[in-house]
């Protein structure tokens, strides 16, 4: 894992996934003893292996991962067979964040009040302090020295077999940091750019105030998308209310006028008479739905002009009865 720089091994038996090994397992080794590495490493794996097919989408993989709280999947082919490992990071660099890396800034997703560590303290206790916490990284002061050690750098110290010593000896130096208001596309460009996977961030009077990870951008991206998605179906809702509200109103003010109306659809078949219109002809709606209004209106005079209302046409006329006797109100058609 040192060598080849990347965060997990998968660790197999009869040609089957039996377990994983991250780096986030290297923090529950005991470094104060060095015959612990001598241990075979099923007893530090994780088990069992959380697999994904090779046709899982993208955004299928990402919720998989925050649902469980995982930070890697193995792959499998259609036997079963691991065929390669998915990562946070992986999601991060192809999952097209970019839209909302663009429009939030750092703070909106930055790690508060990160973990900060004695550069004098021991590399045992220092591990032991970030899997109790959770943590897959901290910052480490010492004097007027700033590192960061990271979960990666525990795996290279357990790669180089070295005594337990000062934390400080194995931090990454230089740090690099961003400002709160530091746009998201820039913060996850420079941690790419620098193949580096944490980033300090300090507020406006350059105190340090989080920390900024690949995890944090996904986790932090998948809520702004659940957020938006929120806002969007809400917005949608009230619509639908007002809609429907106007709708109401509308079929009220329909069903109480003294005029007669008939509601088409766009090919001119009717499909709604008010109470006014059977009144005024004897027709009701199971008389005529589905037939053009002509059937009903056989030697009816159409005054000759067309009005505007809205989006309706309305041509006026003068009235029909069912059995030919002419009406003295006037009813409208509306064509939908």
């Not at 490992?85 to 970019?98: A, F, H, W």
């Not at 943590?135 to 990271?150: P, R, S, V, W, Y």
């Not at 990666?152 to 077999?161: L, M, P």
């Not at 990870?213 to 957020?227: K, P, Q």
Request: one cysteine or more; glycine letters at 4%; hydrophobic letters at 45%.
């Amino acid at each position: 894992m040192a060598d080849r720089q990347c965060s997990s091994i998968v660790i197999m038996e009869n040609q089957q996934a039996v377990g994983l090994w991250t780096e986030h397992d290297a923090l529950t080794i005991n470094f104060s003893a060095l015959t612990v590495l001598a241990r075979p490493i099923t007893e530090f794996m994780s088990s069992p292996v959380h697999t994904a097919p090779q046709q899982m989408l993208l955004s299928e993989a990402a919720l998989f991962l925050n649902t469980h709280k995982l930070r890697h999947l193995v792959v499998v082919n259609e036997a079963g067979h691991p065929v390669g490992i998915l990562s946070q990071t992986d999601i991060v660099m192809n999952q097209g964040l970019e839209p909302y890396l663009r429009l939030r800034e750092v703070q909106s997703v930055m790690r508060p009040d990160p973990l900060v560590i004695q550069g004098s303290l021991k590399v045992t206790e220092a591990a032991h302090q970030m899997r109790i916490l959770k943590q897959d990284a901290a910052i480490i002061i010492d004097n007027h020295q700033m590192g960061i050690i990271t979960e990666r750098d525990i795996v290279s110290f357990i790669a180089r077999q070295l005594e337990d010593i000062p934390v400080m000896e194995i931090a990454s130096q230089p740090v690099l940091s961003v400002d709160e208001s530091t746009p998201l596309i820039n913060a996850r460009d420079l941690l790419i750019n620098h193949h580096i996977r944490h980033l300090v961030v300090r507020d406006n009077q350059s105190i340090i105030s989080g920390l900024l990870s690949f995890s944090d951008i996904l986790v932090g991206a998948e809520y702004l998308y659940l957020s938006d998605l929120s806002d969007a179906l809400a917005q949608r809702d009230m619509a639908l209310v007002r809609s429907r509200q106007n709708l109401q109103l509308a079929e009220r003010v329909i069903n109480s006028s003294l005029e007669g109306i008939i509601i088409t659809d766009a090919d001119t078949r009717i499909e709604f008479v008010n109470p006014a219109f059977t009144s005024l002809t004897g027709f009701t709606l199971e008389d005529i739905a589905g037939k053009s209004p002509a059937c009903c209106l056989q030697g009816v005079r159409i005054q000759p002009f067309m009005t505007k209302c809205g989006s309706l046409s309305k041509p006026a006329v003068i009235g029909a009865e069912k059995f030919g006797t002419v009406a003295n109100r006037a009813s409208c058609i509306l064509n939908c």
